[in-house]
């Protein structure tokens, strides 16, 4: 399972309308409440247990696993974090069974590679990247900001699962999960045993360190008042921060240069959570003359359209140089979409996004 693709491979593929939806390959997956992990301080927001979902392995995949984190975004203040202590983004009060698809689909014809693998995907309640880690609790909010336990107890519980005899291993992730297995990238292998063969995969989770249609950098302002208010600089990759301000190491093209496992970058050129986000954020369209272009790539103007165009070059600008990177692989198409590892139709069904005929699960496979 070798993660470096062709050169050609990093090329850009044309927008894909119209994904055709596969049937029958999601399956249900019941939650692993984590309750001892509580003892531990290792909490959601609400400072209730964290959680996974399980499915254990079979036959050849029976010693190898795949831990996917959950996207969500971030809360860079009180205000933010005390709203998501009402749904499941902050509170696993909030929830729910759910099915599996697309890179933990468990259907051989549509997962090849890892439908028979010990398949794991990690509930997202911290609002941090799973970075956080403040021993004070507020008496006012309640808020606890432990992200960084929260990856530790599950991890370690996966290892005494069975995860500590791992033959194979990918940590992945969609979104702000996806940047959370570049930080813990090396950290994931470090804990496995030396014969494993370990890759990270990042879906979506490529931010950039962009400006926005006025000039300014939002989101490099707000990564650092999420890494201020969650005590994150002491759970960031040392080999970053000891090169460049804390908050540049949520972007990826900072830690990239010292990492030392293989990752395999699957993103948009257009991401739209970036072109919403980064390019133009709330506060940059005061007149909302972007709503229809943010909603629907086909609402843009001409001229939104040389803008978003201007994006997607500096997008490929900041992606690391394949004859630079040995063992960084990357699939990069011109989607409109954000995260699409985790659904069937995006990632191996009649109609997904390609490169040279090839699927994104078949380049992630391979």
């Not at 254990?56 to 809360?75: F, K, L």
């Not at 309640?125 to 960084?148: P, Q």
């Not at 990826?252 to 993103?267: R, S």
Request: include cysteine; hydrophobic fraction near 40%; charged fraction near 20%.
């Amino acid at each position: 399972m070798a993660f470096g693709l062709p050169p050609a491979a990093a090329a850009v593929v044309t927008l894909v309308l119209g994904l055709a939806a596969a049937s029958a390959v999601a399956d249900d997956v019941e939650m692993v409440f984590l309750k001892s992990a509580v003892a531990k301080g290792a909490v959601c927001l609400d400072g209730s247990a964290p959680v996974y979902h399980f499915s254990p392995g079979s036959g050849t995949g029976a010693n190898n696993w795949i831990v996917h984190m959950e996207g969500g975004g971030w809360c860079k203040t009180p205000e933010e974090c005390v709203i998501r202590k009402g749904n499941f983004r902050g509170s696993s009060k909030f929830m729910k069974p759910l099915s599996f698809s697309g890179i933990l689909g468990g259907n051989q014809q549509f997962n090849p590679d890892f439908y028979n693998w010990n398949r794991v995907k990690v509930r997202y309640c911290d609002g941090s990247s799973f970075t956080g880690d403040v021993e004070e609790v507020d008496s006012k909010t309640n808020l606890h900001f432990r992200g960084a336990r929260v990856w530790d107890a599950i991890i370690e519980d996966l290892l005494n699962k069975g995860m500590s005899k791992a033959k194979s291993a990918i940590l992945s992730g969609c979104s702000a999960g996806g940047l959370s297995a570049v930080l813990h990238c090396d950290k994931f292998k470090d804990l496995l045993p030396p014969s494993a063969f370990v890759k990270c995969v990042s879906d979506a989770g490529y931010f950039i360190d962009g400006t926005d249609i006025t000039g300014n950098k939002f989101v490099r302002t707000t990564f650092k008042s999420v890494v201020t208010l969650h005590g994150s600089v002491k759970n960031l990759p040392s080999s970053c921060t000891s090169r460049v301000s804390p908050e540049l190491c949520f972007f990826p093209q900072h830690v990239l240069p010292t990492m030392k496992t293989p990752l395999f970058i699957l993103n948009a050129a257009y991401d739209s959570w970036q072109i919403r986000n980064i390019l133009v954020p709330s506060a940059a369209d005061k007149k909302k003359e972007w709503a229809k272009c943010k909603a629907d790539i086909k609402g843009c103007s001409s001229s939104q359209l040389v803008t978003l165009q201007h994006f997607r070059d500096e997008f490929l600008s900041a992606l690391p140089k394949p004859e630079q990177s040995p063992k960084i692989g990357m699939f990069i198409d011109s989607c409109f979409a954000h995260c699409q590892s985790g659904a069937q139709d995006s990632w191996n069904a009649d109609g997904s996004p390609s490169i040279q005929k090839m699927r994104i699960g078949k380049a992630v496979g391979d």
